[in-house]
């Protein structure tokens, strides 16, 4: 009799609520993934981090002896080393080009977040109308395909739905022209890994605005 096939045992090491740590949440239970996740907050991680990652960030994985650290190196190694269900395409061209969208992801509105809930108020307001502004225009995008390459839920998926979760965190109501990208944010959080991936902070990001 063959012995039943475990799946592999890893560990992430996650904030509580930082957008990149959340992507690589939603991957993990995307890809229904055996896996510890330890919750670190800024104070703890520069202790328990200290051997395995020399930024102290998070998130950080741990697959036996391989350790990983920044989301998108360790999202797409989730996407290669559990191919169930694929979150990049195929081919070299298209996956090129996820990979810009994560970068534009990142780069254009990711990283404005904590901009939008800090202390200077010019920036804040700068940061949430670049924010809304991007998301905006994505919107045609949305009238003729369910997701932002297509038809197919992809790892781009899992980075814009820990975005567009924050949004009214963030302070950034948008405007009825977007409502495409709304209805698309409704399909992101309605998939039964986005639930399992939030943390109760999380969670606590949308009740403290709709109570």
């Known amino acids: 009799m063959s012995t039943p096939t475990r799946k592999p045992i ?20 995307e890809k229904d993934v055996d896996c510890h996740i330890e919750y670190l907050n800024q104070s703890e991680a520069p202790e328990v981090l200290a051997d395995l990652n020399p930024y102290f960030e998070t998130p950080t994985l741990i697959d036996r002896e391989l350790v990983l650290y920044s989301s998108t190196l360790i999202n797409e190694y989730l996407d290669e080393r559990l191919p169930h269900p694929p979150l990049m395409p195929v ?42 502004d991007g998301l905006t225009a994505l919107s045609p995008v949305f009238s003729s395909q369910r997701y932002l390459l297509g038809e197919e839920y ?22 009825k022209q977007a409502k495409p990208v709304m209805q698309y944010a409704q399909r992101l959080f309605s998939r039964p890994a986005f639930n399992d991936s939030l943390s109760e902070i999380e969670r606590g990001l949308r009740d403290k605005k709709s109570a």
């Open 154 to 175: 992809s790892l781009v998926d899992c980075y814009m739905a820990a975005l567009l979760w924050r949004l009214p965190n963030a302070g950034i109501e948008l405007p």
């Open 10 to 29: 890893m560990t992430l090491y996650s904030g509580y609520d930082d957008p990149y740590s959340h992507a690589s949440r939603i991957v993990l239970f």
């Open 91 to 132: 081919d070299p061209v298209n996956r090129a080009r996820a990979r810009l969208m994560v970068r534009r992801v990142y780069r254009d509105w990711t990283r404005l977040l904590p901009v939008c809930t800090g202390t200077n108020a010019k920036k804040a307001t700068e940061a949430r109308q670049i924010i809304r």
